[in-house]
């Protein structure tokens, strides 16, 4: 072909392929390509049309030709980076682009391709990589609260604790409504071991959806008690435990007399969903009209106590946590039964100091952070990020972690909480925890529970293998069930006492024993519980 034909034929390669006649269009280019092997026009038009036609892997040996011979090129670019982009190729396009210069780069071009060669390395577990691509579209997008978030959330798992701190306030900052950065934030300052930052962190959020007339200080919160959502949801579980509690706090004078006067609406409404036929642990959502007249009280910081006050005689806890661990305890034989049991597990009777026991007793007691209702068995949950968050639980925490240096010591608090139960329930079924260490301490009298050896926890003489995920051991499912019936053995039975603490891997299987508490507000089993670390 002559010059001029093939100057020509380009032209009617164009035309066909603008018209749809795609494989006209294509053999004709590759007539071009065939006479003059290095013309850059046929090349692009060439690697164009094979894109168009979903073949980015045949389109790259044109395109790449062309960028070669114009190097400089930005539309033989940003065709070429695309081709690998369709190919998934998202690291490679956008070291392309980075190659062929200034005039290559489209903003929003290159924004995509990170974000895409980010995610891909995230997936894929390759932190590093993914951590290089976000810090340079954090640089493209800073006002971008998901573009930090994701970044810090890399940067956590990567242990880089404070640069996802960094990375995540920045989100916090500029999205005050998300949650997750918050959480992932949270994280990070956990593993710094800065738990009462964590607690104020938490408290943004969970404060204005909890608030009452009362809390945080009365008169001072009842516009936000009136305009966070209503807290709708209820099961006979939440509602007799919240008749009981508040009756309580009413006798002991605690209970303010304007929330005092909603409790006769409280025990109709209790009594007429145990009329309904409910099982004690289903979640339902309460009726317009069954919300009302308890709305102010219902799942509320009512009343929050402090389990320093005078009567316990707990000075303010020392930070180290040696005003409430008892003294007397001997930890090196703590530490050496947890490390010669199979399981890795050891009883400690009597953790507490009696002033802390007592204090945190009355916390339990008294405090209405019972908020999560959803467990069918029949309990309810405190947790770190809804207000159970006081000092004595930070410092216990620390006193263990000072305790066992080679036990918890390496590990950081990652999440407390306190359970409440029914009276009478089936417990919960064996399982193991996201965790490195557990602690679980019982805080309910020894009389409450009539059966000494009963009450407590099972421990099997096994763990739950290291590759296994979070959903093949946090519940019942046929391949941890066939795991147990083969591996599991006899359990060891650890009876409840009240302040026996029970310290044990989180890798090892565990179930709560059926409870058969006697009747009462004050005999319900309550546990706190640890974790410390990662698996």
Same mark, same amino acid.
């Given at each position: 072909?002559?010059?001029?034909?093939?100057?020509?034929?380009?032209?009617?390669?164009?035309? +066909?392929?603008?018209? &749809?006649?795609?494989?006209? !269009? *294509?053999?004709? @280019? #590759? %007539?071009?390509?065939?006479? /003059?092997?290095?013309?850059?026009?046929?090349?692009?038009?060439?690697?164009?049309?094979?894109?168009?036609?979903?073949?980015?892997?045949?389109?790259?040996?044109?395109?790449?030709?062309?960028?070669?011979?114009?190097?400089?090129?930005?539309?033989?670019?940003?065709?070429?980076?695309?081709?690998?982009?369709?190919?998934?190729?998202?690291?490679?396009?956008?070291?392309?682009?980075?190659?062929?210069?200034?005039?290559?780069?489209?903003?929003?071009?290159?924004?995509?391709?990170?974000?895409?060669?980010?995610?891909?390395?995230?997936?894929?577990?390759?932190?590093?990589?993914?951590?290089?691509?976000?810090?340079?579209?954090?640089?493209?997008?800073?006002?971008?609260?998901?573009?930090?978030?994701?970044?810090?959330?890399? +940067?956590?798992?990567? &242990?880089?604790?404070?640069? !996802? *701190?960094?990375? @995540? #306030? %920045?989100?916090?900052?500029? /999205?005050?409504?998300?949650?997750?950065?918050?959480?992932?934030?949270?994280?990070?300052?956990?593993?710094?071991?800065?738990?009462?930052?964590?607690?104020?962190?938490?408290?943004?959020?969970?404060?204005?959806?909890?608030?009452?007339?009362?809390?945080?200080?009365?008169?001072?919160?009842?516009?936000?008690?009136?305009?966070?959502?209503?807290?709708?949801?209820?099961?006979?579980?939440?509602?007799?435990?919240?008749?009981?509690?508040?009756?309580?706090?009413?006798?002991?004078?605690?209970?303010?007399?304007?929330?005092?006067?909603?409790?006769?609406?409280?025990?109709?409404?209790?009594?007429?969903?145990?009329?309904?036929?409910?099982?004690?642990?289903?979640?339902?959502?309460?009726?317009?009209?069954?919300?009302?007249?308890?709305?102010?009280?219902?799942?509320?910081?009512?009343?929050?106590?402090?389990? #320093?006050?005078?009567?316990?005689?707990?000075?303010?806890?020392?930070?180290?946590?040696?005003?409430?661990?008892?003294?007397?305890?001997?930890?090196?034989?703590?530490?050496?039964?947890?490390?010669?049991?199979?399981?890795?597990?050891?009883?400690?009777?009597?953790?507490?100091?009696?002033?802390?026991?007592?204090?945190?007793?009355?916390?339990?007691?008294?405090?209405?952070?019972?908020?999560?209702?959803?467990?069918?068995?029949?309990?309810?949950?405190?947790?770190?990020?809804?207000?159970?968050?006081?000092?004595?639980?930070?410092?216990?925490?620390?006193?263990?972690?000072?305790?066992?240096?080679?036990?918890?010591?390496?590990?950081?608090?990652?999440?407390?909480?306190?359970?409440?139960?029914?009276?009478?329930?089936?417990?919960?079924?064996?399982?193991?925890?996201?965790?490195?260490?557990?602690?679980?301490?019982?805080?309910?009298?020894?009389?409450?529970?009539?059966?000494?050896?009963?009450?407590?926890?099972?421990?099997?003489?096994?763990?739950?293998?290291?590759?296994?995920?979070?959903?093949?051991?946090?519940?019942?499912?046929?391949?941890?069930?066939?795991?147990?019936?083969?591996?599991?053995?006899?359990?060891?039975?650890?009876?409840?006492?009240?302040?026996?603490?029970?310290?044990?891997?989180?890798?090892?299987?565990?179930?709560?024993?059926?409870?058969?508490?006697?009747?009462?507000?004050?005999?319900?089993?309550?546990?706190?519980?640890?974790?410390?670390?990662?698996?």
């Amino acid at each position: 072909m002559t010059p001029e034909t093939i100057s020509q034929a380009l032209a009617i390669a164009v035309d +066909l392929f603008e018209a &749809g006649i795609h494989d006209r !269009a *294509e053999a004709l @280019l #590759r %007539r071009v390509l065939a006479a /003059d092997g290095s013309n850059t026009q046929a090349l692009y038009a060439l690697g164009r049309l094979l894109r168009d036609l979903g073949r980015p892997e045949e389109a790259l040996e044109p395109l790449t030709a062309c960028l070669s011979l114009l190097p400089c090129s930005a539309p033989a670019a940003l065709a070429c980076a695309g081709a690998l982009s369709e190919l998934g190729r998202f690291a490679a396009a956008v070291e392309l682009l980075d190659k062929s210069g200034p005039a290559a780069v489209d903003i929003d071009v290159i924004k995509s391709l990170l974000a895409k060669a980010g995610d891909q390395a995230n997936q894929e577990g390759r932190d590093a990589e993914a951590i290089g691509f976000y810090l340079r579209l954090a640089g493209l997008s800073p006002e971008s609260a998901a573009v930090w978030g994701t970044l810090g959330a890399v +940067l956590l798992r990567s &242990g880089d604790w404070r640069e !996802a *701190e960094t990375a @995540l #306030r %920045r989100a916090v900052d500029l /999205d005050l409504e998300d949650e997750g950065h918050a959480r992932r934030l949270a994280d990070a300052l956990k593993f710094q071991g800065r738990l009462e930052e964590v607690r104020e962190l938490y408290r943004r959020h969970w404060v204005p959806r909890r608030a009452s007339r009362w809390w945080p200080s009365s008169g001072q919160a009842g516009s936000i008690a009136e305009v966070s959502g209503p807290a709708v949801q209820a099961s006979i579980t939440k509602l007799t435990h919240d008749v009981e509690q508040l009756t309580y706090l009413d006798s002991l004078g605690r209970l303010p007399a304007d929330a005092a006067a909603m409790l006769p609406a409280l025990r109709d409404l209790t009594a007429e969903v145990i009329r309904s036929g409910r099982r004690p642990g289903d979640v339902f959502t309460l009726t317009p009209e069954q919300l009302a007249p308890v709305r102010p009280v219902y799942n509320r910081m009512v009343h929050l106590a402090d389990p #320093r006050l005078a009567d316990t005689h707990l000075a303010d806890p020392d930070v180290e946590g040696a005003a409430v661990l008892n003294p007397d305890l001997d930890w090196s034989r703590i530490g050496r039964d947890f490390r010669d049991s199979v399981a890795g597990y050891a009883v400690i009777d009597g953790l507490l100091s009696p002033q802390a026991l007592a204090g945190l007793t009355r916390y339990c007691l008294e405090s209405t952070f019972w908020f999560d209702l959803e467990h069918p068995g029949g309990y309810l949950g405190a947790y770190l990020q809804e207000g159970f968050d006081h000092d004595i639980l930070f410092a216990i925490a620390r006193g263990l972690q000072a305790a066992l240096p080679d036990i918890v010591g390496p590990h950081a608090l990652r999440q407390v909480w306190a359970f409440k139960y029914d009276q009478r329930l089936s417990g919960i079924p064996p399982h193991a925890d996201d965790a490195a260490v557990n602690v679980n301490l019982w805080i309910a009298p020894d009389d409450a529970c009539p059966d000494p050896d009963a009450g407590g926890l099972l421990v099997y003489p096994m763990k739950v293998p290291a590759e296994w995920s979070f959903d093949d051991y946090n519940s019942i499912n046929p391949r941890f069930d066939a795991f147990i019936r083969e591996h599991g053995g006899t359990p060891h039975r650890i009876g409840h006492r009240r302040n026996r603490a029970l310290l044990f891997s989180s890798d090892a299987v565990h179930a709560t024993e059926s409870v058969d508490f006697r009747s009462g507000y004050l005999n319900r089993r309550i546990n706190i519980t640890m974790l410390f670390g990662y698996r």
